[in-house]
């Protein structure tokens, strides 16, 4: 009945005191519990896709760490230009139409269709043919520098291959 009474703002804030109360007592009780919740998950990595490099085939070390190096730097330019651009476009979608100083802000209709899944669920449902069909996203490509040992030479030259 309370609920009734509450916007879904209020009943948020509500939700939350009580969590955090929550918290509050699991934190007396048992401290490590609340440790172990916030534990960030090991990453997942996808399997390798198909057209990859021969062993024969793949280049030389300097070649390829020259190429994540570039890789790199580039998608760190891409995610410094897209908050950039997000921070803007805060702006400039509440902006009406028309001429501001030097730009003309106008808003034109995409060519681009996306699936109404929506729709989709509900055709599927009318006719009984189960959970909608999905399929997974390409893996993304990740590049991250690591420490390595530097290489004793004197051990290597020991050893023959």
């Not at 007592?25 to 440790?35: C, D, Y």
């Not at 090991?42 to 896709?49: F, N, Q, R, S």
């Not at 390409?138 to 290489?151: R, Y």
């Amino acid at each position: 009945m309370l609920n009734l009474l509450m916007t879904p703002r209020t009943a948020r804030k509500v939700r939350g005191l009580i969590g955090a109360i929550a918290d509050a007592v699991r934190s007396v009780i048992n401290p490590a519990a609340l440790v172990a919740d916030q534990a960030e998950p090991a990453p997942v990595e996808a399997t390798d896709p198909a057209g990859l490099y021969e062993p024969d085939e793949i280049p030389a070390v300097a070649t390829i760490e020259q190429a994540a190096r570039e890789y790199d730097r580039a998608a760190d330019q891409a995610r410094r230009a897209d908050r950039a651009k997000r921070a803007s476009k805060k702006i400039l979608d509440r902006l009406p139409a028309g001429v501001y100083g030097m730009y003309r802000v106008f808003r034109t209709p995409s060519s681009r269709q996306t699936p109404d899944l929506a729709e989709i669920t509900r055709i599927f449902k009318a006719h009984n043919l189960g959970p909608v069909p999905m399929k997974a996203c390409a893996a993304s490509l990740k590049v991250e520098l690591v420490d390595v040992a530097p290489v004793d030479t004197k051990v290597l030259a020991g050893v023959t291959v």
